[in-house]
Protein backbone atom coordinates (compact mmCIF):
# COMPACT_ATOMS: atom_id res chain seq x y z
CA UNK A 1 0.00 0.00 0.00
CA UNK A 2 1.42 3.53 -0.91
CA UNK A 3 2.87 5.16 2.24
CA UNK A 4 3.89 8.86 2.63
CA UNK A 5 7.62 8.86 3.89
CA UNK A 6 9.71 11.29 5.55
CA UNK A 7 13.56 12.03 6.28
CA UNK A 8 15.07 12.31 7.83
CA UNK A 9 13.46 10.26 11.52
CA UNK A 10 15.32 12.48 13.64
CA UNK A 11 17.45 15.87 13.59
CA UNK A 12 19.17 17.71 15.92
CA UNK A 13 20.89 21.01 15.29
CA UNK A 14 22.10 24.39 17.08
CA UNK A 15 19.74 26.83 17.74
CA UNK A 16 20.34 29.60 14.39
CA UNK A 17 20.90 26.65 12.11
CA UNK A 18 18.85 25.82 8.99
CA UNK A 19 17.28 22.84 8.94
CA UNK A 20 15.44 21.19 5.54
CA UNK A 21 12.20 17.99 6.20
CA UNK A 22 12.06 16.07 3.68
CA UNK A 23 8.82 14.44 2.44
CA UNK A 24 7.40 11.94 -0.18
CA UNK A 25 3.86 12.34 -0.76
CA UNK A 26 1.71 9.42 -2.12
CA UNK A 27 2.85 9.69 -6.02
CA UNK A 28 -1.05 10.27 -7.63
CA UNK A 29 -1.55 12.63 -4.79
CA UNK A 30 -1.85 16.82 -5.48
CA UNK A 31 -2.31 18.42 -2.35
CA UNK A 32 0.40 18.39 0.64
CA UNK A 33 0.36 19.59 3.91
CA UNK A 34 2.85 19.72 6.84
CA UNK A 35 1.94 20.21 10.54
CA UNK A 36 3.93 19.36 13.92
CA UNK A 37 3.17 17.91 17.13
CA UNK A 38 5.64 19.87 20.21
CA UNK A 39 5.50 17.20 22.86
CA UNK A 40 2.53 16.83 24.54
CA UNK A 41 0.76 18.63 22.74
CA UNK A 42 -1.66 19.16 19.90
CA UNK A 43 -0.71 18.16 16.21
CA UNK A 44 -0.86 22.12 14.57
CA UNK A 45 -1.14 22.55 11.13
CA UNK A 46 1.58 25.09 9.30
CA UNK A 47 1.07 24.84 5.57
CA UNK A 48 -0.82 23.64 2.87
CA UNK A 49 0.20 23.05 -0.68
CA UNK A 50 -1.32 22.58 -4.06
CA UNK A 51 -0.70 23.43 -7.63
CA UNK A 52 3.04 24.12 -6.65
CA UNK A 53 1.90 27.43 -4.52
CA UNK A 54 0.87 27.84 -0.62
CA UNK A 55 -2.65 27.30 -0.29
CA UNK A 56 -2.79 28.60 3.33
CA UNK A 57 -0.50 28.78 6.21
CA UNK A 58 -0.82 29.08 9.84
CA UNK A 59 0.11 31.74 12.19
CA UNK A 60 3.38 29.86 13.26
CA UNK A 61 4.11 29.53 9.54
CA UNK A 62 6.49 32.82 9.36
CA UNK A 63 9.35 34.32 7.21
CA UNK A 64 12.03 31.33 9.21
CA UNK A 65 9.40 28.87 7.03
CA UNK A 66 9.39 27.58 3.62
CA UNK A 67 8.21 24.75 1.64
CA UNK A 68 9.16 23.45 -1.70
CA UNK A 69 8.32 20.90 -4.03
CA UNK A 70 11.69 20.61 -5.97
CA UNK A 71 10.95 18.18 -8.63
CA UNK A 72 7.91 15.50 -9.03
CA UNK A 73 8.34 13.35 -5.89
CA UNK A 74 9.51 15.64 -2.90
CA UNK A 75 7.76 17.94 -0.82
CA UNK A 76 10.35 19.66 1.59
CA UNK A 77 9.60 22.31 4.76
CA UNK A 78 13.12 24.38 5.66
CA UNK A 79 13.48 26.42 8.80
CA UNK A 80 15.93 28.85 7.93
CA UNK A 81 17.73 29.88 11.70
CA UNK A 82 16.09 27.33 14.07
CA UNK A 83 14.72 28.43 17.64
CA UNK A 84 14.58 25.90 20.64
CA UNK A 85 10.63 26.49 20.53
CA UNK A 86 10.92 24.76 16.76
CA UNK A 87 11.43 21.19 18.70
CA UNK A 88 8.80 19.07 17.73
CA UNK A 89 7.79 16.22 15.60
CA UNK A 90 7.21 17.28 12.04
CA UNK A 91 4.86 15.32 10.05
CA UNK A 92 4.02 16.03 6.12
CA UNK A 93 0.79 14.34 5.19
CA UNK A 94 -1.27 14.48 1.35
CA UNK A 95 -4.81 13.66 -0.06
CA UNK A 96 -5.71 13.04 -3.41
CA UNK A 97 -8.67 15.33 -3.68
CA UNK A 98 -9.72 18.17 -1.94
CA UNK A 99 -13.39 19.33 0.05
CA UNK A 100 -15.20 16.73 1.44
CA UNK A 101 -13.16 13.64 0.39
CA UNK A 102 -9.86 15.36 1.61
CA UNK A 103 -8.34 12.22 2.84
CA UNK A 104 -5.33 13.15 4.78
CA UNK A 105 -2.57 10.71 4.91
CA UNK A 106 0.54 11.08 7.13
CA UNK A 107 3.73 10.26 7.39
CA UNK A 108 5.77 8.55 9.84
CA UNK A 109 6.98 12.05 11.09
CA UNK A 110 10.57 13.83 12.11
CA UNK A 111 11.28 14.23 15.25
CA UNK A 112 13.58 17.69 15.47
CA UNK A 113 15.40 18.89 18.58
CA UNK A 114 17.11 22.02 18.71
CA UNK A 115 19.81 22.68 21.15
CA UNK B 1 -11.60 29.06 18.06
CA UNK B 2 -10.85 25.14 19.33
CA UNK B 3 -12.02 22.56 17.06
CA UNK B 4 -12.55 18.95 17.65
CA UNK B 5 -12.37 18.13 21.46
CA UNK B 6 -12.09 14.31 22.60
CA UNK B 7 -14.03 13.19 25.66
CA UNK B 8 -12.72 11.21 27.60
CA UNK B 9 -9.08 12.24 27.47
CA UNK B 10 -8.24 8.61 29.19
CA UNK B 11 -9.75 5.52 28.42
CA UNK B 12 -9.05 2.06 30.03
CA UNK B 13 -10.58 -1.10 29.34
CA UNK B 14 -9.94 -5.02 28.92
CA UNK B 15 -9.23 -7.26 25.82
CA UNK B 16 -12.85 -8.06 24.44
CA UNK B 17 -15.00 -4.70 25.83
CA UNK B 18 -15.72 -1.90 23.52
CA UNK B 19 -14.09 1.77 23.62
CA UNK B 20 -16.47 4.84 22.95
CA UNK B 21 -14.66 8.57 22.62
CA UNK B 22 -16.76 11.60 21.61
CA UNK B 23 -15.49 14.42 19.44
CA UNK B 24 -16.91 17.49 19.58
CA UNK B 25 -16.36 20.80 16.92
CA UNK B 26 -17.65 24.56 16.57
CA UNK B 27 -17.35 25.50 13.01
CA UNK B 28 -19.67 23.71 9.96
CA UNK B 29 -17.12 21.13 8.58
CA UNK B 30 -16.40 19.57 5.14
CA UNK B 31 -15.76 16.31 7.01
CA UNK B 32 -14.16 14.75 10.26
CA UNK B 33 -11.70 12.36 10.23
CA UNK B 34 -10.19 10.15 13.10
CA UNK B 35 -6.47 8.96 13.56
CA UNK B 36 -4.73 6.85 15.98
CA UNK B 37 -1.05 7.46 17.18
CA UNK B 38 0.84 5.04 18.83
CA UNK B 39 3.46 6.48 21.36
CA UNK B 40 5.94 8.81 19.42
CA UNK B 41 5.07 7.29 15.97
CA UNK B 42 2.80 8.55 13.17
CA UNK B 43 -0.68 9.25 12.65
CA UNK B 44 -2.24 6.30 11.28
CA UNK B 45 -5.84 7.25 8.74
CA UNK B 46 -8.64 5.09 10.63
CA UNK B 47 -11.95 6.80 8.92
CA UNK B 48 -13.17 9.86 7.10
CA UNK B 49 -17.09 10.55 7.56
CA UNK B 50 -18.53 13.67 5.18
CA UNK B 51 -20.79 16.33 6.33
CA UNK B 52 -23.59 14.62 4.62
CA UNK B 53 -22.68 11.31 6.30
CA UNK B 54 -24.56 9.79 9.99
CA UNK B 55 -22.53 6.44 10.32
CA UNK B 56 -19.42 4.86 8.66
CA UNK B 57 -18.24 1.24 9.48
CA UNK B 58 -14.49 -0.10 8.90
CA UNK B 59 -13.40 -3.21 10.70
CA UNK B 60 -14.15 -2.91 14.08
CA UNK B 61 -14.74 0.62 13.92
CA UNK B 62 -18.20 2.75 13.89
CA UNK B 63 -17.75 6.55 13.20
CA UNK B 64 -21.06 8.70 13.78
CA UNK B 65 -21.68 12.30 13.02
CA UNK B 66 -24.52 14.21 14.20
CA UNK B 67 -23.89 17.99 12.81
CA UNK B 68 -26.55 19.53 14.61
CA UNK B 69 -25.15 18.49 17.81
CA UNK B 70 -21.40 19.09 15.81
CA UNK B 71 -20.28 16.34 17.49
CA UNK B 72 -18.83 12.47 16.65
CA UNK B 73 -18.13 9.78 18.17
CA UNK B 74 -15.62 6.50 17.53
CA UNK B 75 -16.98 3.14 18.96
CA UNK B 76 -14.49 0.48 18.59
CA UNK B 77 -15.75 -3.01 19.54
CA UNK B 78 -14.15 -6.07 20.84
CA UNK B 79 -10.70 -4.20 21.59
CA UNK B 80 -7.64 -5.70 21.45
CA UNK B 81 -4.15 -5.29 23.35
CA UNK B 82 -2.97 -3.50 19.95
CA UNK B 83 -5.44 -0.74 20.19
CA UNK B 84 -4.07 0.67 22.96
CA UNK B 85 -2.67 4.26 21.23
CA UNK B 86 -3.88 7.68 21.12
CA UNK B 87 -7.07 8.61 19.03
CA UNK B 88 -7.52 11.87 17.70
CA UNK B 89 -10.55 13.70 15.70
CA UNK B 90 -10.12 16.15 13.28
CA UNK B 91 -11.86 18.50 11.35
CA UNK B 92 -11.77 20.05 7.55
CA UNK B 93 -13.81 23.01 7.46
CA UNK B 94 -13.87 24.37 4.50
CA UNK B 95 -10.39 25.69 4.07
CA UNK B 96 -7.79 24.71 2.01
CA UNK B 97 -7.76 21.41 3.71
CA UNK B 98 -6.27 22.62 7.00
CA UNK B 99 -7.16 19.51 9.52
CA UNK B 100 -7.69 20.95 12.93
CA UNK B 101 -7.11 18.25 15.60
CA UNK B 102 -8.53 17.70 19.26
CA UNK B 103 -6.29 16.76 21.91
CA UNK B 104 -7.17 12.88 21.49
CA UNK B 105 -8.27 10.13 23.92
CA UNK B 106 -5.42 7.49 25.70
CA UNK B 107 -6.81 4.41 25.30
CA UNK B 108 -5.15 1.72 27.18
CA UNK B 109 -6.70 -2.30 26.61
CA UNK B 110 -5.24 -4.51 29.06
CA UNK B 111 -5.19 -8.49 28.23
Known amino acids: EPEVTQTPSHQVTQMGQEVILRCVPI?????FYWYRQILGQKVEFLVS????????KSEIFDDQFSVERPDGSNFTLKIRSTKLEDSAMYFC?????????????FGPGTRLTVL | SQQGEEDPQALSIQEGENATMNCSYK?????LQWYRQNSGRGLVHLIL?????REKHSGRLRVTLDTSKKSSSLLITASRAADTASYFC???????????FGAGTQVVVTP
Open chain 1, 93 to 105: ASSERAGDYNEQF
Open chain 1, 27 to 31: SNHLY
Open chain 1, 49 to 56: FYNNEISE
Open chain 2, 27 to 31: TSINN
Open chain 2, 49 to 53: IRSNE
Open chain 2, 90 to 100: ATDSHSWGKLQ
